[in-house]
């Protein structure tokens, strides 16, 4: 394992440093205010950002990592305007939070080469929306990625947005396998039948009394952010599960 620097471990103990001091100073917002139509595409590029990490990071980042990084640009942008971004650097298992903001940036230059960049209190509003989603639909415990799940379902099959992994030599990686639980529930949400429902239901008790909610969790999040419909009679079902999981894991940590 390679030895940590010196100018690494002070990163670490700052970025520590700064999530103890904003455990009790959170910035979510749960309003409308920020969903207008003009802002909307700033959000979806701050989340494709953000999903792009998640992908760079093998699948691995954490909701709570997440929030740690937009309380940080929050932070950032009310300083005022943000220094030129570095040279991007990754190395896996490290400095998570700064590719995060890293990659958001990058969204950011991208649309804003074309469109207007809202004003910096705009952008933080939009930030403070999404750090008000995440809080919405975290999963409980430390290790959550439910909210990295529900974007991931939403901007591949509402977006479009396809993002991949690549070899050393440029090569596409092969994509994760889906597992049986997503499978069933897609067929139900597309208007399968009615075993496909019984079928996803099923598999969900045997989940849940296996100690397996946080998979239960992820999958429902991932299915509600492909449906994207609120109106979608499979909505409400998923949102019942979701709850009856998150039940499940609350009990079994105590």
């Known amino acids: 394992m390679a030895k940590e620097s010196h100018d690494q471990r002070r990163k670490k103990k700052l970025a520590e440093e700064r999530r103890k001091a904003r455990q009790n100073q959170s910035s979510a917002y749960m ?3 920020y969903k207008t139509d003009e802002l909307i595409p700033t959000w979806m590029h701050t989340e494709i950002g953000i999903y792009q990490t998640y992908v760079m990071t093998d699948r691995k980042l954490l909701d709570q990592t997440v929030v740690d990084a937009l309380e940080e640009l929050i932070g950032m942008l009310r300083l005022g305007p943000l220094p030129e971004p570095g040279e991007l650097r990754y190395e896996a298992g490290r400095e ?4 995060v903001i890293a990659m958001v940036r990058r969204s950011w230059a991208d649309h804003f080469a074309t469109e207007r960049r809202p004003p910096r209190d705009d952008l933080i509003g939009v930030l403070r929306t999404i750090l008000g989603s995440i809080q919405k639909v975290k999963a409980p415990g430390p290790r959550s990625q439910s909210y990295l799940h529900h974007i991931a379902g939403f901007l591949t099959k509402k977006l479009g947005v396809t993002v991949r992994q690549v070899s050393a030599d440029l090569k596409p990686l092969p994509e994760p396998t ?8 897609r067929q139900w949400a597309a208007g399968g039948t009615a075993e496909a429902r019984t079928g996803f239901l099923e598999l969900v008790t045997h989940l849940l009394k296996t100690g ?4 239960v969790i992820d999958d429902g999040h991932r299915l509600l952010g492909e449906v994207s419909d609120p109106s ?8 019942a599960v979701i709850h009856k999981a998150r039940e499940s894991l609350l009990t079994a940590m105590g």
């Open 31 to 33: 309003g409308e205010k």
């Open 96 to 99: 998570e939070e700064e590719l």
């Open 178 to 185: 889906d597992g049986e639980l997503l499978r069933l529930g």
């Open 212 to 215: 397996q909610a946080g998979r």
């Open 232 to 239: 979608s009679p499979v909505v409400p079902e998923l949102t």
